[in-house]
């Protein structure tokens, strides 16, 4: 009922102009727009906030394109070094590097001609393996329900009346004491898959959770989408500090590998940033860094704390335009709850309780 009650305030306030006079307020601002996945099958009934369905990335692409000019991140650039946005600008961006950007997403960007920004994690270009993590925990979710104790298979029992997230909380925390290595990390997953009576064999074979190869990284690039960096093994900058400089290195080097092309961009994993980490990231030749603070970017807006507003399945075409209109940061910024320029720094992870991959 409540989220019924909200939807209709929601139609009520665009009917009556509301999205389109907010949007004309901030038309000099640059927006953002983050995604992880496109689903290859339903992907999204399971991770709403972290996939998108095409339908819903069409109907998206579709709105984008009668409102907005879509730009990308060296032109956001170019533009903030001159001190002045062109009106009506959006970036698209897309994380982890996952296949499902090239076989569902590039299509659909093709077909609306917008170029868009794939933030890589380039283990995966080295171990052309499938994210097991994100299988760990899909296969909790594929799991059927439980009428008795589930020993997990480093001997973690976990009780039927456990909440699902409980679950795969514990698979994951027995997931992440394992060396990072393909081998042990398969093995964990094929008897997580025995335990739990998912055939996790379907999801290798539907490649799911695989990122794209070198080569598909290389030809997306030449065509224009731009693949850059979210760290070699997706490790946050606010636990892993000391060894970031390290992580954006190998990150480029591999990238820049795989394309021949430049990588200054950078996307903060987990949304998880500090400003102590700039000077870090400056001289590992970052230009820009995108946080998962929502909002409008203005001149004003640090290159390397660039709001975005991330989406996924879980919004609805009306809830996307809500957001990107900037009503509610208009309403904040009106009460004095929200910074012009610097998004407030974030050291938790946003909102997806699995957003660390």
């Known amino acids: ?26 038309r000099r601002a640059v927006m953002i727009i983050g995604w992880h996945g496109v689903s290859l099958g339903r992907e999204h009934d399971r991770f709403a906030s972290l996939f998108i369905s095409k339908h819903s990335l069409r ?17 956001l650039a170019r533009q903030h070094a001159a001190g002045v946005f062109e009106p009506r600008q959006v970036v698209l961006t897309f994380d982890d590097g996952f296949e499902n950007f090239a076989e569902a997403a590039v ?5 609306y001609t917008m170029p868009a920004t794939n933030y890589l994690v380039s283990e995966y270009l080295e171990t052309r393996g499938p994210n097991y993590r994100m299988m760990v925990r899909d296969a909790v979710r594929l799991a059927r329900p439980r009428d008795s104790n589930v020993t997990l298979p480093q ?19 027995e997931f992440d004491q394992l060396r990072r290595d393909p081998s042990p990390r398969a093995a964990y997953v094929a008897a997580l ?6 055939d996790v064999q379907s999801l290798l074979d539907a490649r799911i959770w695989h990122c794209m190869a070198p080569d598909t990284v290389r030809a997306l690039a030449r065509e224009g989408f731009a693949m850059q960096l979210h760290t070699h093994s997706h490790f946050n900058v606010v636990d892993h500090a000391e060894i970031a400089g390290e992580q954006v290195r190998l990150c480029r080097a591999a990238v820049e590998q795989a394309t021949g092309l430049p990588a200054p961009h950078f996307c903060y994993p987990s949304g998880r940033w500090t400003k102590a980490i700039w000077p870090t990231l400056q001289r590992e030749g970052v230009t820009t860094a995108t946080t998962t603070r929502s909002g409008p970017n203005f001149p004003s807006t640090p290159l390397l704390a660039l709001r975005r507003l991330m989406n996924g399945e879980d919004r609805t075409q009306l809830e996307f335009e809500f957001e990107l209109s900037n009503v509610r940061w208009l309403l904040a910024r009106l009460s004095g709850r929200a910074d012009h320029s610097t998004p407030t720094e ?6 997806d309780t699995g957003s660390n991959l």
């Open 193 to 198: 898959g025995r335990v739990l009576g998912v």
């Open 59 to 75: 109907q998206r692409l579709r709105f984008l394109a009668r409102h907005y000019t879509v730009i990308d991140l060296d032109e």
């Open 1 to 26: 009922m409540k989220d019924r009650l909200r939807l209709a305030l929601l139609w009520c306030l665009r009917a009556v102009g509301g999205f389109a006079l907010a949007r004309t307020l901030t």
């Open 346 to 351: 974030k050291s938790r992870a946003y909102r």
């Open 107 to 111: 299509p659909l960007l093709r077909e």
């Open 155 to 173: 001997g973690t029992i976990v009780r039927p009346s456990a909440e699902l997230l409980d679950l795969e909380a514990a698979a994951l925390a």
